[in-house]
């Protein structure tokens, strides 16, 4: 099955378990959504949900309207490191990070300019982190409707999402704030490492 996706930022559960188990196609052709998980994600801290959000610089035209695939991230303030000590802290006492934190760091390091393209980049690490290669096949055009593949681009709404049944598993701070459910795909890779890929494919999508 075809499934038309955003490139999301270090995607939600939920969109990685669709990414593994279906032929993707990435939107690129659409308009930059603010509140969207396109610059953000959600973790889980000793405090709780906690949002990694990337600062973009806006430079809408006369609609004040920008195309994703132009959207450019904000390096004047470095988010890059905020977020990664913040990863650091969160999990650092989880069973896998040390494992994979030579493959996660890098990203955390360029000077990279392009949302989308560092979008990817991400996606790309966690499939290689996984064992899986994710399609890089894009969009040509936009398509309000898709008529040949199966259109799960809600997925990156933030703030409409879909009630998802998601098997429960170990998280860092569980006895303090219980099974948070659909996290970043970070959240996934470090509590359960080498398990990871067979949890996705176990996981129920209902669309």
Same mark, same amino acid.
């Given at each position: 099955?075809?499934?038309?996706?955003?490139?999301?930022?270090?995607? *939600?559960?939920?969109?990685?378990?669709?990414?593994?188990?279906?032929?993707?196609?990435? !939107?690129?052709?659409?308009?930059?959504?603010?509140?969207?998980?396109?610059?953000?994600?959600?973790?889980?801290?000793?405090?709780?949900?906690?949002?990694?959000?990337?600062?973009?610089?806006?430079?809408?035209?006369?609609?004040?309207?920008?195309?994703?695939?132009?959207?450019?991230?904000?390096?004047?303030?470095?988010?890059?490191?905020?977020?990664?000590?913040?990863?650091?802290?969160?999990?650092?006492?989880?069973?896998?990070?040390?494992?994979?934190?030579?493959?996660?760091?890098?990203?955390?390091?360029?000077?990279?300019?392009?949302?989308?393209?560092?979008?990817?980049?991400?996606?790309?690490?966690?499939? *290689?982190?996984?064992?899986?290669?994710?399609?890089?096949?894009?969009?040509?055009?936009?398509?309000? !409707?898709?008529?040949?593949?199966?259109?799960?681009?809600?997925?990156?709404?933030?703030?409409?999402?879909?009630?998802?049944?998601? !098997?429960?598993?170990?998280?860092?701070?569980?006895?303090?704030?219980?099974?948070?459910?659909?996290?970043?795909?970070?959240?996934?890779?470090?509590?359960?490492?080498?398990?990871?890929?067979?949890?996705?494919?176990?996981?129920?999508?209902?669309?």
């Amino acid at each position: 099955m075809k499934l038309l996706l955003h490139p999301t930022y270090f995607p *939600n559960i939920a969109t990685f378990a669709a990414l593994v188990k279906n032929e993707v196609i990435w !939107e690129v052709k659409d308009n930059f959504q603010k509140q969207t998980y396109r610059n953000r994600c959600y973790i889980c801290t000793d405090k709780g949900r906690h949002m990694l959000n990337i600062p973009i610089k806006h430079a809408g035209g006369e609609e004040g309207r920008q195309k994703y695939a132009d959207v450019h991230m904000d390096n004047s303030y470095p988010w890059k490191k905020q977020h990664w000590r913040t990863l650091e802290t969160a999990y650092r006492t989880s069973p896998f990070f040390e494992f994979y934190e030579d493959d996660i760091r890098p990203l955390f390091e360029g000077d990279d300019a392009s949302l989308l393209d560092f979008n990817l980049k991400t996606i790309e690490v966690i499939g *290689n982190c996984i064992g899986v290669t994710i399609g890089n096949a894009q969009t040509d055009t936009f398509e309000l !409707e898709p008529t040949d593949k199966v259109d799960a681009r809600f997925l990156a709404e933030a703030k409409k999402q879909r009630k998802m049944e998601l !098997e429960p598993y170990p998280q860092v701070f569980e006895d303090r704030h219980g099974f948070l459910p659909n996290l970043s795909i970070l959240d996934l890779l470090f509590n359960e490492g080498t398990n990871a890929l067979d949890y996705l494919k176990l996981q129920p999508l209902d669309f």
